[in-house]
């Protein structure tokens, strides 16, 4: 018996870059998403199969699954081998037959969701929510959310050793963000591990308009490595923290916090670096990000402020612009055009080096600013009209089975 499934995408309004350092960041689940039919099989394989295109992907679960198919194989093969070897032996396999309405590589985490529904499908399949071990570690959406996360990146999790994931080395704000958020509300959360830390009612006369760049924010290849440099950085400055200072803190966020003065030895512990005016510049944007602009943007949603929200939304994107250095023109431009075109609040979101911007509106005032907007777009950037999309969004829930 088959049963149905649905796991959105979701937007990052603020906290960019932060969830490997432990947060918090600001999220929403959108209505965007995959929808899947899943089935238990006998062969101890996951069987994928887009129903839009006719792609598929078949995989051993073992624990030496390799890439295979067309269909995100590099993904599929990440979450047999950690399944597998996780909660192995298994006793059937999975067949998902899935559609996706989410643009892929825009910056909408299509990959983070997609591993979402993959593990939640082998679940499923296997009953492994009655496991001792799943009882025990994953019982709760937010280490669920977590878990899932690990499997990506390929980082331990509780009782259970890394591996290599996928390749990119981020964090789990997107799994959490997709599996934890509540329809009609943003939510802000903390990582390492994750916990929810305030959340709001997102304001009944505004929309989101999420423009697509039609530059693909892959993170594959040179855009991978310039990814994980980001995050690197990060967990490698906690590494020197703890190994001048004697402690084991876990995150950049518990290390700020062990002391008054964690901060100002940080910047110092920073000098050490080859690029020393970055890895300040990124330590001040993750303070900042963390301990300003996430709590400003949380309180001006919850009360409405839009002006509020504006000047938060242009910190943050000055942030990513200066200081994570993930941006492309084209990224630049909407978010700045947004606000011209009567925008309250304009950011991009995502890994960066390509996706998509967001934008928060009046709901009156929805048709003209998305024509304003994309129209300084297409005269701008006349090469990725054809490639742009532009889509229109109020916060949703997260992951539910719908049969």
């Known amino acids: 018996m088959s049963r149905s499934i649905f796991v959105p995408g979701r937007i990052e309004l603020v906290g960019k870059h932060v969830d490997y350092g432990g947060g918090p ?19 101890m394989v996951i069987d994928l199969e887009d129903a839009k295109t006719g792609k598929r992907a078949r995989i ?15 993904y599929v093969a990440a979450v047999a ?6 909660f192995g032996p298994l006793h059937h396999g999975v067949r998902v037959v899935s559609s996706s309405s989410l643009p892929r590589s825009a910056g909408l985490s299509s990959s983070s969701a997609f591993v979402t529904l993959l593990t939640l499908a082998v679940a499923e399949s296997n009953d492994l929510k009655s496991r001792p071990e799943w009882k025990e570690h994953l019982n709760d959406r937010l280490a669920l959310a977590e878990y899932c996360g690990a499997i990506e990146m390929g980082a331990p999790f509780g009782p259970w050793e890394g591996e290599r ?5 981020g ?30 009612t997102f304001p009944a006369s505004w929309s989101i308009l999420v423009a697509v760049s039609g530059v693909r924010a892959t993170k594959t290849g040179g855009a991978q490595a310039d990814f994980n440099r980001a995050a690197d950085l ?19 966020s518990a290390a700020i916090a062990s002391a008054p003065d964690a901060g100002e030895r940080l910047e110092r512990l920073a000098h050490r670096y080859d690029d020393v005016p970055w890895t300040l510049a990124r330590l001040a944007q993750f303070r900042r ?48 055009a947004a606000m011209a075109s009567g925008a309250h609040a304009a950011s991009s979101f995502g890994a960066g080096f390509g996706g998509a911007v967001w934008a928060i509106v009046d709901t009156e005032a929805l048709e003209q600013v998305s024509a304003q907007w994309s ?15 532009w889509l229109t969004m109020r916060p949703s829930a997260g992951v539910r089975w719908l049969t």
Not at 165 to 169: A, H, K, Y
Not at 235 to 251: E, F, K, P, Q
Not at 375 to 389: I, N, Q, S, V
């Open 234 to 252: 990060v967990r490698n400055l906690v590494h020197r923290w703890n190994a001048v200072t004697g402690r084991s803190d876990v995150s950049l």
């Open 289 to 336: 990000e963390t301990e300003v602009v996430v709590p400003g943007a949380l309180a001006a949603i919850s009360g409405g402020d839009a002006d509020a929200l504006g000047r938060w939304a242009v910190e943050s994107q000055q942030g990513a612009e200066t200081a994570l250095r993930n941006q492309v023109p084209e990224t630049e431009f909407l978010a700045r």
């Open 25 to 43: 960041s600001l999220s929403c689940a959108v209505p965007d998403g995959i929808y899947a039919e899943v089935e238990a099989i006998e062969a």
């Open 165 to 169: 994931g996928v390749g990119t080395r």
């Open 81 to 86: 081998r950690r399944l597998a070897r996780d």
């Open 171 to 200: 964090g789990a704000q997107d799994h959490v963000a997709i599996l934890c958020n509540d329809a009609g509300m943003v939510g802000a959360y903390s990582y390492l591990p994750a916990s929810l830390v305030g959340q709001a």
């Open 375 to 389: 129209d300084a777009y297409r005269r701008a950037f006349p090469a990725r009209a054809g490639k742009a999309e």
């Open 60 to 74: 051993s679960l073992r624990r030496d699954a390799r890439p295979g198919g067309a269909h995100g194989g590099t």
